[in-house]
């Protein structure tokens, strides 16, 4: 496999992965703004923190890609 399909290869799976981290954080945040109880809500917002870092480091590594 040469060097530029590697790179293609990378750039397709950081564009799933970021549309991925973009679904989930739309998803969670749906749940979180229908949840009443204290602890689901913490355990939400951790969730958020924890899709929007991984999108984060998608979209800083695809800049490399570029």
Same mark, same amino acid.
């Given at each position: 496999?040469?060097?530029?399909?590697?790179?293609?290869?990378?750039?397709?799976?950081?564009?799933?992965?970021? @549309?991925?981290?973009? @679904?989930?954080?739309?998803?969670?945040?749906?749940?979180?703004?229908?949840?009443? @109880?204290?602890?689901?809500? @913490?355990?939400?917002?951790?969730?958020?923190?924890f899709w929007k870092g991984k999108l984060?480091?998608?979209?800083?590594?695809?800049?490399?890609t570029e």
């Amino acid at each position: 496999m040469s060097d530029r399909e590697k790179l293609e290869n990378l750039k397709s799976m950081l564009d799933g992965l970021i @549309s991925t981290c973009e @679904s989930e954080i739309t998803i969670t945040n749906t749940i979180l703004a229908k949840t009443k @109880s204290t602890a689901k809500i @913490s355990k939400l917002q951790k969730e958020v923190a924890f899709w929007k870092g991984k999108l984060e480091v998608a979209k800083y590594a695809k800049i490399f890609t570029e």
